[in-house]
């Protein structure tokens, strides 16, 4: 167990729904960072938060967005989805911005029919 | 920009043996730090070893070692006794600069440990 939890593991949804994805950080980390995992596309970087602001995006879609709680918890939602966002949706702490002990959950897989 | 580049797409290996992931950055940032992951079939993502680019030794975690060659731009990950339990998908990751741009994936090594 990485201490890092998502919720659901899997997700099976329609195209043009919207989906939440949860995530609790490890204890004690107040960095969050969201990706995805594509057959096409690799690992990619979605969105960093630090103690409930953004920081920083990557590659997320204007249909995605995300939000990190008073008490860390993350959620990433996912509206209007297609067929390409069906992936493994990844979320992971880390007590220093990028540094040792960068801890991945064990990821929500999407699939979108 | 940054990239990473693992240009072995598939390995087979005996158990037991030692197994190097070959591993190579690129980044104008004096400060990063590098990762490997190990992703198995069942799919999570785990943390395997970290160096950073101003530590002077390599990074070790039990059979794990990091050879770091900073001149070269590589980071190899280096698997000592190899096990039936190492096959999986292993990636190469860097966080440049502050890290605020998340990490930087290579497309991974997969790995088959044969008995």
């Known amino acids: 167990d990485s201490g890092v939890t998502q919720t659901p593991k899997h997700l099976i949804t329609a195209t043009g729904q919207r989906v939440t994805l949860r995530c609790s950080p490890r204890s004690g980390d107040l960095y969050v960072y969201w990706y995805q995992q594509s057959l096409d596309q690799g690992l990619q970087f979605l969105i960093q938060y630090y103690n409930g602001e953004e920081r920083a995006k990557g590659n997320i879609l204007e249909r995605f967005s995300a939000q990190q709680f008073p008490d860390l918890h993350s959620e990433l939602n996912l509206s209007s989805l297609e067929l390409g966002d069906s992936a493994l949706y990844f979320c992971?702490?880390?007590?220093?911005?990028?540094?040792?002990?960068?801890?991945f959950g064990s990821g929500t897989r999407l699939t979108v029919v | 920009a940054q990239k990473i580049t693992q240009t072995q797409p598939g390995m087979f290996v005996q158990e037991k043996e030692a197994v190097t992931l070959d591993c190579t950055y690129d980044?104008?940032?004096?400060?990063?730090?590098l990762f490997w992951y190990k992703q198995p079939s069942s799919g999570e993502m785990i943390f395997l070893i970290y160096?950073?680019?101003?530590?002077?030794q390599n990074a070790t975690e039990g059979r794990y070692s990091l050879n770091f060659q900073k001149a070269r731009k590589s980071a190899n990950l280096v698997i000592s006794a190899s096990q039936l339990g190492d096959s999986a998908m292993y990636f190469c990751?860097?966080?440049?600069?502050?890290?605020?741009?998340?990490?930087?994936f290579g497309k991974g090594t997969h790995l088959i440990i044969q008995p």
């Open positions: 980044t104008s940032d004096q400060s990063y730090g």
């Open positions: 160096q950073g680019s101003y530590d002077e």
């Open positions: 992971a702490s880390s007590a220093t911005e990028g540094g040792y002990g960068y801890t």
């Open positions: 990751a860097m966080r440049a600069g502050g890290g605020a741009d998340g990490l930087t």
